[in-house]
């Protein structure tokens, strides 16, 4: 029999419980968002103070990525590892530790002249601190949202909503930092942002230990589980069809895609004297439409089938590189467009597009996915995202050689782009891998 406390006013102990929920996440995830606030600064450090040129700042920016792709092993040892009873709060405050020293380290170092090498490997360290950090917050995320999806009262009403908040959250947090990197870039030193960053990664480092995950109502796991279980646990998930060809066309759809972000940097900052405040509008408006992505989505769009979905996605990905085909020509301007009013209205909406997916493909993961593996086969899908995206670029400085683009002669850009475009559409012709018989929510539910 429950109590009048438990369930007479609207069940209260779990409202609190998700309350605390939703603010460990909503702090974790809007951290991640501001990321960017210091990697701007860190563009332009390398740009202006080390003298790299657009090749070597695409193969630094992606080869530091590589922590990511070992988050099937942060996500396995969080899964089975218990610290202090605790399983996935610890790794958070882990995370943002390991953030915390590499970005103070940094700040501490660029007063002198700090060289690719140190400067890589404290990158290397803090990604790996947000790679822990985000592990265990998915894993969360994975385990909530599947207990609210499976409550008898309301069965899938809520399947979806904690992935948009979290994407939300990191949104909120991507706008402010590139809103202020935008504004601090010409104000403040490197150093500082990077000062700033790291104290803020210290602050998330105190509060996040204050919490007890007692207080959470997380599901726990057996006691007797340990990693070798668990380890046999998520290749018994990957080995289900559905899961397995739904990761590959997922990661494949990213990896076949050669990006030139180092080169369009180089051509925003260096060829076309574009001020650093109007990219950090650009971002700031790319991750306006992310936050609102995440709004339509959720109150939208869930009733339409993931693949649907990501397919659509994947076309108007390439329909925006044709039209950065089309500004690289020249034509825009031509027609009394200004440059700076297509990088924050077109080439910002671009760069965010690559990150659409993720949220109905979560969504769909996390319906698939076993009880029991939700950290370590999520880290298992963002890892394979990473390594996607490490090739991505890779494939990008490849073919930025091919076109013949150095740091200052962009001429074969136009062809870069076409190229890339084409690129994005092959994918689609095996799209029938995604996975595409789940229930999902009505509008009307």
């Known amino acids: 029999m429950v109590s009048a406390k438990e369930d007479g006013s609207g069940r209260r102990p779990e409202k609190g419980k998700a309350n605390r929920i939703r603010s460990l996440l909503g702090i ?14 860190v563009n332009f450090f390398l740009k202006d103070s080390v003298k790299v040129d657009p090749s070597t700042l695409q193969i630094l920016q992606n080869s530091v990525n590589l922590p990511m792709v070992w988050k099937p092993l942060y996500g396995v040892v969080s899964d089975a590892v218990y610290i202090s009873g605790q399983h996935r709060v610890p790794y958070i405050a882990i995370g943002a530790f390991l953030q915390a020293v590499s970005w103070l380290a940094i700040a501490i170092l660029s007063q002198s002249n700090i060289s690719i090498f140190a400067m890589s490997i404290y990158l290397l360290l803090s990604n790996l601190g947000a790679s822990i950090a985000e592990v265990a917050n998915d894993a969360i995320v994975a385990e909530t949202g599947k207990t609210q999806s499976s409550s008898k009262k309301s069965p899938s009403a809520s399947s979806g909503e904690l992935q948009s908040f979290v994407w939300m959250a990191s949104s909120v947090g991507g706008v402010l930092g590139n809103l202020l990197g935008g504004i601090a870039i010409d104000r403040f030193s490197p150093r500082s942002m990077f000062l700033f960053f790291g104290l803020l990664l210290a602050l998330q480092f105190f509060i996040t230990i204050s919490v007890p995950e007692r207080s959470l109502n997380l599901p726990k796991s057996p006691s007797n589980v340990g990693i070798r279980k668990q380890l046999s646990e998520l290749l018994a998930a990957l080995r289900k069809p559905e899961i397995a060809y739904s990761i590959a066309w997922f990661a494949a759809s990213y990896a076949i895609i050669p990006v030139l972000t180092g080169t369009m940097f180089f051509y925003q900052t260096q060829y076309l004297k574009i001020d650093a405040s109007v990219l950090g509008i650009s971002k700031v408006f790319g991750q306006a439409v992310m936050l609102l992505w995440g709004v339509v989505y959720n109150r939208r769009l869930k009733s339409i089938q993931p693949r649907k979905l990501i397919e659509a996605i994947q076309v108007t990905m390439a329909v925006f590189m044709i039209s950065d085909v089309l500004f690289a020509k020249g034509i825009y301007r031509q027609m009394g467009v200004p440059d700076s009013f297509y990088i924050v209205a077109f080439s910002s909406v671009l760069e965010v597009l690559f990150f659409f997916k993720i949220l109905p493909f979560s969504v769909l993961i996390a319906q698939l996915c076993p009880p029991g593996c939700e950290g370590s086969l999520m880290a ?4 394979a995202v990473a390594l996607a995206f490490i090739l991505s670029g890779y494939l990008g400085v490849a073919l930025a050689s091919y076109v013949g683009i150095t740091g200052n002669n962009f001429s074969g850009l136009p062809l870069g782009l ?8 092959l994918p689609l012709f095996w799209s029938s891998w995604i996975h595409d018989d789940v229930k999902v929510k009505t509008r009307t539910e």
């Open 28 to 41: 974790g995830y809007w951290v991640q968002g501001f990321r960017c606030f210091p990697w701007m600064a």
């Open 418 to 425: 076409l190229i890339q475009a084409g690129c994005t559409l």
């Open 380 to 383: 298992f899908v963002m890892s």
